[in-house]
């Protein structure tokens, strides 16, 4: 049975769970990197496609949320064959295809309107095709290489870097498209995200399927028995089928919209007329608020939540509750803030932008914003972890993804249509948008009913499971 962290496992666990952990990183990080490319120049990608118009709303948002739809579908895809393949090569091969997406688009033609969108949106489509892929695959491979009592750690420092390389990325982007480099930032990142696919390939590691479940973990340590166990219909209706499985597929599409609509609406705001804030000029703000706001959401929830889950993992439930409810409250704030109006020149002065109160207001909302989107974001994986079998991980969390990336994607071509709508009337379109995140909070709250339960059915099959492998070996010897 495993038991607690070691003193020497608390020393160095954090090292060696990276270090184990690697292609998860490497994957996860890629996508933070270059996640706000598009949402922080969001404006300069319409005028590349439309130069001298103004900002197309409505088909920056089909952009962003066919993409999202296109992710969802693959993820299916990719979360069945996370149950049943290598882990570590179907990395290596979305890794690659992600490259690829960001290579081909450094050769786009520029400003020939529907055709240059035409290939933005294919190239848009082969990148969400890759990164559908990425969740499941992450969710399978830490399953089976993080002790039950260590998950939210993992998350909590895969979420933090996250949160680093997501800000950097946004800066570096922010740098290169305003200097019209963004050919050379397509070009370079496809090459980098290639070769990151073939190094995993190349010394990855495959980590063994359910040997970090505690029921299983005594007789998975014999390197002659495998967990070879499949998903069939017996095991489908009693786990997956489970209530609070059901309500995290439901709350997944509320809270998704309401994520995606500030990430959506928030740039073009402040960098439209009155407030011209720069593209560069905003991704300073989000290295001084949002990186600090990101990394403690991530860090120091994470080891909270492992100790109160260890009480009971109701509490897990609560905190995802309180974050939800807490993330619609600042967010709404953000839109009603007395932002300054700006020459584009005094959006671009970072000395001139720190005098204004109201900026650092912002920026503190942000920061507390970003703090507790951590909660939902270290807390929902191990929950899901925690109700299904070790076969089913792949395939639950890209099933759970599928309608999380369905809410994903709705989230910008809803706002992008109801800003257009109301002639860009931010205020509007964000309250009338964002209220169905609060479906989510409630839904979360009803499964502190059922999830107890839930949890103890998957523990009994997994001790029934332990037995049957260790009679087996006996008779095999």
């Known amino acids: 049975m495993i038991e607690s962290e070691t003193k020497e496992e608390t020393k160095v666990g954090l090292f060696r769970r990276i270090i184990r952990l690697w292609p998860s990183y490497i994957i996860h990080n890629s996508f933070a990197f270059t996640l706000s490319a598009i949402f922080i120049n969001f404006l ?19 952009l962003v949320g066919i993409s999202t739809y296109i992710s969802a579908i693959s993820g299916i895809l990719f979360g069945t064959l996370a149950d049943r393949y290598s882990r570590k090569i179907l990395m290596s091969i979305t890794e690659i295809i992600f490259g690829l997406g960001y290579m081909l688009n450094a050769f786009v033609a520029q400003g020939l309107g529907m055709q240059t969108y035409s290939f933005f949106l294919i190239f848009s489509l082969i990148r969400g095709f890759a990164t559908g892929g990425f969740w499941p695959l992450i969710n399978s491979f830490g399953n089976d290489s993080t002790k039950e009592d260590q998950r939210s750690r993992f998350f909590g420092t895969l979420q933090a870097s996250f949160q680093l390389f997501q800000i950097v990325g946004m800066v570096i982007s922010a740098v290169m498209f305003q200097n019209l ?64 499985n059901i309500i995290a597929f439901v709350e997944g599409i509320f809270t998704t919209i309401m994520l995606m609509i500030p990430d959506f609406l928030f740039v073009p705001y402040i960098q439209s007329d009155p407030h011209n804030i720069s593209p560069f000029a905003s991704s300073i703000f989000m290295i001084m608020f949002g990186l600090p706001g990101g990394l403690v959401g991530a ?3 994470a080891w909270i939540a492992d100790r109160l889950a260890k009480k009971n993992i109701k509490n ?47 920026g503190i909302i942000a920061l507390i914003a970003r703090a507790v989107v951590g909660l939902w974001n270290i807390n929902q994986p191990p929950i899901l972890q925690a109700i299904n079998l070790p076969e089913a991980q792949g395939t639950i969390s890209s099933a759970n993804q599928f309608l999380e990336a369905i809410g994903s994607g709705t989230g ?17 379109t964000v309250g009338i948008t964002m209220g169905l995140g609060i479906i989510g909070g409630m839904l979360w709250l009803l499964a502190t009913r059922w999830i107890n339960n839930d949890v103890n059915r998957i523990s009994e099959i997994l001790k029934k499971r332990s037995i049957e492998l260790s009679e087996k070996n006996r008779n095999n010897d």
């Open 181 to 244: 480099l963004w050919r050379e930032y397509f070009l370079i990142i496809g090459i980098i995200y290639i070769s990151f696919g073939i190094l995993i390939l190349a010394i990855g590691k495959e980590p063994k399927r359910a040997s970090t479940h505690k029921e299983l973990s005594e007789v998975l340590l014999n390197k002659d028995v495998f967990y070879e166990y499949k998903l069939n219909w017996e095991t489908i209706k009693s786990t997956i089928f489970s209530p609070t």
């Open 299 to 301: 860090l120091a929830f």
């Open 412 to 428: 910008p071509i809803l706002a992008g249509t109801v800003l257009a709508l109301f002639n860009n009337n931010y205020q509007l």
């Open 316 to 362: 897990r439930v609560y905190m995802i509750a309180i974050s939800i409810i807490g993330l619609f409250g600042f967010y709404i704030g953000l839109f009603f803030l007395p932002l300054p109006h700006l020459t584009t020149a005094q959006g671009n002065n970072m000395g001139l932008l720190l005098t204004f109160p109201v900026l650092w207001m912002l």
């Open 44 to 62: 300069i990608v319409s005028n590349i496609i439309w130069p001298g118009e103004v900002f197309h709303s409505r088909e920056i948002g089909l």
